[in-house]
């Protein structure tokens, strides 16, 4: 079993910045692929990034050139800086981590991000 710990939602305006962070405990060794998800409201969930161990990533088109997604091996650790936010990023974001395809068996209690135009 993997847990995961997810911190760094809020408010934020129009054009403003945050960062997520997701701590994974547990069975780790069992991890390959990192990444976020997020939720809005009457919405489905839907991938936002993902990155391997190895760094290899990939995005979403609506957040592309906004978004990064970065992990830190050594402290089981995945990112998401969020650059530039609008309004429609407004959602409960998830981390999900699993071996390799996605998305991945575990999941995060998700942290909510509200952005105010």
């Known amino acids: 079993q993997v847990q995961l710990a997810e911190s760094g939602g809020g408010l934020v305006q129009a054009g403003g910045s945050l960062r997520l962070s997701c701590v994974a405990s547990?069975?780790?060794?069992?991890?390959?692929?990192m990444g976020w998800y997020r939720q809005a409201p009457g919405k489905q969930r839907e991938l936002v990034a993902a990155?391997?161990?190895?760094?290899?990533?990939n995005y979403a088109d609506a957040v592309k050139g906004r978004f990064t997604i970065s992990r830190d091996n050594a402290k089981n650790t995945v990112y998401l800086q969020m650059n530039r936010l609008k309004p429609e990023d407004t959602a409960v974001y998830y981390c999900?981590?699993?071996?390799?395809?996605?998305?991945?068996?575990?999941w995060g209690q998700g942290t909510q991000v509200t952005v105010s135009s």
């Open positions: 999900n981590v699993g071996p390799s395809v996605a998305p991945g068996p575990y």
């Open positions: 990155i391997t161990r190895g760094g290899s990533t």
């Open positions: 547990g069975s780790i060794h069992s991890i390959n692929r």
